[in-house]
Each structure stands twice: as C-alpha cells, then as structure tokens.
C-alpha cells in the first residue's frame, strides 16, 4: 500500500515563504506523476502544480511565477516551495501519486497566510 506524509504547513504572514514536502513509502516514487492540491474552506480541491517523472511541471495560473514544484527520488520526495504568499493561498495542501489508474492521497497540512 503505498502512503504518502505531508509536512511543512504553518502560519506565515503575507510575502513570507514555505517549502512544502511528501515523502511516500510503499511504491516505486520515481514512477508517479506527483501532484500538490490546495482545498480552501468550502472550496472544492484544486490542482496547484504537477511533476512528471520525466521532471516535466506544470501549474495553476494562480501560483505561477510563485511556486515552484520539485522531487527527489532517491529521497521519494516531493517539494512545493511556495514564495510570496498571500491570504488567498490559505489552504489545506494535499499530495497526490497517480500512475495509470492507481491515485493516491496524504492526509493534508494546513497552510495559513495571515499577518
């Protein structure tokens, strides 16, 4: 089964940075297109930034030029590094590993852009 653990969520004031990572166990990482989602309070979630394994990217109009997402497959990470953060990135991040038909999800770490 593979499992996938988020970290790096906080509280950060406006203009300030974070580094999200996922780092999953139970799978071949380097296979998966890894994928970071955000879900807003009453909001459906949304897809932020995707990596292929060929390292290919690609990102919401809202983060580009903002975020930037990375992996390290001889750490089966996945990064999110998020720069000038504003309120309406408030959010709870998912991770996600999709192969063929096989998708799977961590269990989420709050990110909260407030002064």
């Known amino acids: 089964q593979v499992q996938l653990v988020e970290s790096g969520g906080g509280l950060v004031q406006p203009g300030g940075s974070l580094r999200l990572s996922c780092t999953t166990s139970g799978g071949i990482f380097s296979f998966f297109t890894m994928a970071w989602y955000q879900q807003a309070p009453g909001n459906q979630r949304e897809l932020v930034a995707t990596?292929?394994?060929?390292?290919?990217?690609n990102y919401a109009d809202s983060v580009k030029g903002r975020f930037t997402i990375s992996r390290d497959n001889a750490k089966n990470t996945v990064y999110l590094h998020m720069n000038s953060l504003k309120s309406e990135d408030t959010a709870v991040y998912y991770c996600?590993?999709?192969?063929?038909?096989?998708?799977?999800w961590g269990q989420g770490t709050q990110v909260t852009v407030s002064s």
């Open positions: 996600n590993a999709r192969k063929l038909q096989q998708s799977y």
């Open positions: 990596i292929t394994p060929a390292r290919l990217t």
